[in-house]
């Protein structure tokens, strides 16, 4: 049964993809974009990741195909036919790569073995000694934010120089930090889509806590909790318009929080160096290891979506702003 | 040989292929985009099928379970796609600012456009 459903979740992922170089034009493009994140999001569950499933389910299936949206708003959507001769050279050399790398994986381990490779180094120990360790249940969480805190850091750190990145791309030349105004010109809105929205968006942003505060236990954590988080944000600015949005959470606000929770996450690991304990070492928060474990874990994820949602909030904010000043 | 042994990483390398074959053969930069897009999510697969173990549970320590799949890939992919989706966003942002600077996004024309100047 399991791989019968397994079986079926893949070839609808190979179908979306193949579709994806058929369709013409890029809006549809976008959408089958967005129905590869949710068929990628399913599969993620049926191999038991589900703290990945729920990245994938908010990265995915909604916020990627909307930023790609908003660029398309911004550059056209019409794709241009490529010339017949552009079509002979990729195709011998994606069926060369793809066959080459086929013969490769028969030397891996079989699907599902319990005796590969990857799972002989230190997942093991991950297993067995995290919940004495660390002593919270979900074991993914223990290594993101413990055993591979260092990590973690370095990619909260790629997320933020990103979104630094991205304002500094999308700068308006004189208008930096102020808030554009459109109020004059809202479109007329969906009614059903207005109201239903307006009912999801308190329980979107209260989901997003409870995975932020809950992620020790189940499936969550600052990474999903902040890109839930951030969709929230983002559907009532869609619904609203950038105005109304940047009054809820003006864009200064949200960057000084995306530097604040990179701040939280690296200062936890200065505390343990005043100590004279290496960084990260959360043994210095309290005496008992298992709750230092705990507090040092909560701070970090806390610092985590603190990042990740005001650096998504960021991008979405950049994008709009650019959109609103070229319909001008 | 069992092939569903090997089933997903084959499909794995079929998505990655289509994905490949987005990127180099169509012009259009957002098109380009969404072909690594793909690409990328199949990297994902891979790694997570090759952490999954047969009639494993969610690495989410339970009693009574023990047999769990194998939770480090599960970490570098979980973060590996905040960090996809920030720096696709990067790319998405210098899309824009190309269109602004050439009016278009089509790989030819603003090749075109260079070799004039």
């Known amino acids: ?328 | 040989m069992d092939i569903a042994s090997y089933f997903n990483y084959w499909i794995v390398i079929v998505l990655m292929m289509l994905g490949f074959y987005i990127v180099i053969a169509r012009g259009n930069l957002v098109k380009k985009l969404i072909g690594l897009n793909i690409f990328q999510t199949s990297v994902f697969i891979l790694y997570i099928s090759a952490g999954k173990v047969s009639d494993g549970a969610a690495p989410i320590l339970t009693e009574g379970v023990s047999v769990y799949s194998n939770p480090l890939p599960h970490v570098l992919i979980l973060t590996a796609i905040v960090v996809g989706i920030a720096t696709t966003a990067v790319g998405l942002a210098l899309v824009a600012r190309i269109h602004e600077a050439y009016g278009t996004v089509e790989e030819s024309q603003i090749l075109e456009q260079d070799n004039a100047c």
């Open chain 1, 1 to 328: 049964m399991e791989l019968l459903v397994d079986i079926a979740l893949l070839s609808m992922l190979v179908a979306t993809a193949v579709s994806l170089i058929l369709v013409r034009g890029l809006v549809a493009s976008i959408m089958l974009t967005s129905i590869y994140g949710l068929l990628s999001a399913s599969f993620f569950v049926t191999m038991d990741a589900v703290d990945v499933a729920f990245t994938e389910a908010a990265v995915g299936a909604g916020v990627s195909p909307l930023l790609l949206l908003m660029t398309v708003a911004l550059v056209g959507r019409v794709e241009q036919q490529p010339r017949k001769r552009h079509i002979a050279f990729p195709l011998l050399l994606v069926t060369v790569t793809g066959v080459l790398l086929i013969v490769g994986t028969l030397d891996m381990p079989p699907f599902g073995s319990a005796d590969a490779p990857a799972l002989q180094h230190v997942a093991p120990r991950y297993l067995q000694q995290s919940g004495e360790e660390i002593g919270i249940p979900n074991v993914v969480t223990s290594v993101l934010a413990s055993y591979r805190a260092y990590d973690t850091l370095g990619e909260v750190l790629v997320i933020f120089t990103a979104g630094i990145a991205v304002i500094l791309v999308l700068m308006l030349p004189g208008r930096r930090g102020s808030v554009p105004d459109d109020a004059g010109r809202q479109r007329p809105r969906n009614v059903v889509v207005n109201v239903v929205s307006k009912i999801l968006i308190p329980f979107m942003l209260l989901f997003a806590l409870y995975v932020q505060f809950h992620g020790e236990y189940g499936p969550g954590g600052g990474f999903q909790a902040g890109v839930i988080f951030a969709s929230g944000i983002i559907l009532y600015g869609l619904l609203y318009g950038l105005p109304s949005v940047c009054r809820v959470i003006p864009p200064p606000v949200v960057e000084a929080l995306a530097a604040l929770g990179v701040l939280l996450y690296a200062l936890t690991g200065v505390l343990a160096l005043l100590d004279g304990r290496p960084f990260l070492d959360y043994s210095v928060l309290a005496t008992d290891p298992v709750t230092a474990q705990y507090l040092g874990i909560t701070a970090i994820e806390l610092g985590v979506g603190v990042t990740v949602a005001s650096v998504i909030i960021t991008i979405f904010y950049a994008f709009a702003a650019h959109l609103s000043e070229a319909q001008r």
